[in-house]
């Protein structure tokens, strides 16, 4: 266990369909992102959450929105999804910057039907 | 070898070999690096890391090489186990971002 907790683990939906994905961090970091990781390709960081702030969006679509609560929690809110979307999307966190040491959970499976 | 954001390769070993996976990074200004071990189904997970001012680091079985001349980060594993099969990446921080390699397959023969 690696102290990051993502749920659910698998999660199938439509295109019409709006959904959430929870993570859950349980190591005092202050810093949260989201990646999309699709296969043979390298990890495609989405949203960079410091201290609850956004602090990056690497040109994500709208379809995609990350909420923040606190620092321990981070969501990541979907709706109208295309067949694309579908990956596995790992959220991990930091102790601060985006260049310290970063501890991933086990992702959420989505596809998208 | 991988290159940080190409292809998957493979390695296939025998269980009890030592196991060298490679890494080419580009941005010299790069002063951390990590390696992750991903399962299947799992999340990807921390191994060991180095930072620019060494050249060698050993953990539990792991051993990691920097050669900064010529941009180049590998990963050995000794006595290969079962175990150790899965997908072995390498990430790299730099200008205040940080790069993660696709990685390479490691499959491990009974």
């Known amino acids: 266990e690696t102290g990051v907790t993502q749920t659910p683990r698998h999660l199938v939906m439509g295109m019409t369909n709006k959904k959430s994905l929870k993570c859950e961090q349980h190591?005092?970091?202050?810093?949260m992102y989201w990646y999309k990781q699709s296969a043979k390709k390298p990890l495609e960081l989405m949203f960079v959450y410091n201290f609850k702030e956004q602090t990056e969006n690497n040109s994500v679509p709208s379809r995609f929105s990350p909420e923040c609560p606190n620092s321990s929690h981070l969501f990541l809110h979907l709706h109208t999804l295309q067949p694309e979307d579908s990956a596995l999307y790992l959220c991990?966190?930091?102790?601060?910057?985006?260049?310290?040491?970063?501890?991933f959970g086990p992702g959420t499976r989505l596809t998208v039907l | 070898g991988e290159s940080v954001g190409l292809h998957l390769p493979t390695l296939s070993v025998q269980e009890g070999d030592n196991s060298i996976i490679n890494c080419a990074y580009s941005?010299?200004?790069?002063?951390?690096f990590i390696w992750y071990k991903q399962e299947s189904g799992k999340g990807p997970q921390f191994i060991i890391d180095i930072r620019s001012n060494m050249d060698k680091r050993q953990g539990q079985r792991v051993t990691v090489l920097l050669n900064k001349t010529v941009k180049h980060l590998s990963l050995q594993i000794a006595a290969t186990q079962p175990g150790d099969s899965a997908v072995y990446f390498c990430?790299?921080?730099?200008?205040?971002?940080?790069?993660f390699g696709a990685g390479t397959r490691l499959t491990v023969k009974p």
């Open positions: 941005n010299s200004a790069s002063d951390y």
């Open positions: 190591l005092g970091h202050n810093a």
């Open positions: 990430a790299e921080t730099g200008n205040n971002d940080m790069r």
């Open positions: 991990a966190s930091s102790q601060d910057r985006v260049t310290d040491t970063q501890y």
